[in-house]
């Protein structure tokens, strides 16, 4: 996505080299996604808006990113549904 879409950013951390992040996040299955505003990107630990916890269909990805530009949108990024 990050590759047709400017706004999309894009980064991969290694859960067994970076344990502590893993454990922030609390990653438990891989991937997983962490949806967050590009404001609190330097903001560590910061509340994702929406989260997606491992492997999904693209569909179900697809449901995941739009309710997170609609939070975005309206200001509700509090990552409660």
């Given amino acids: 996505m990050a590759l047709v879409n400017k706004q999309i950013w894009v980064e991969t951390i290694e ?3 970076l344990p502590y992040e893993a454990d922030l996040y609390g990653v ?3 991937p997983y996604v962490t949806i967050n ?4 990107y330097d903001e560590y630990g910061a509340e994702p808006v929406e989260i ?3 492997y999904v269909p693209p569909e179900q990805a697809s449901r995941v990113l739009a309710r997170a530009e609609r939070k975005i949108k309206r200001g509700d990024t509090s990552g409660k549904k």
């Fill in 15 to 17: 859960a067994l080299e």
């Fill in 28 to 30: 438990q299955a891989v």
């Fill in 37 to 40: 505003k590009m404001e609190d």
């Fill in 52 to 54: 997606i916890p491992g």
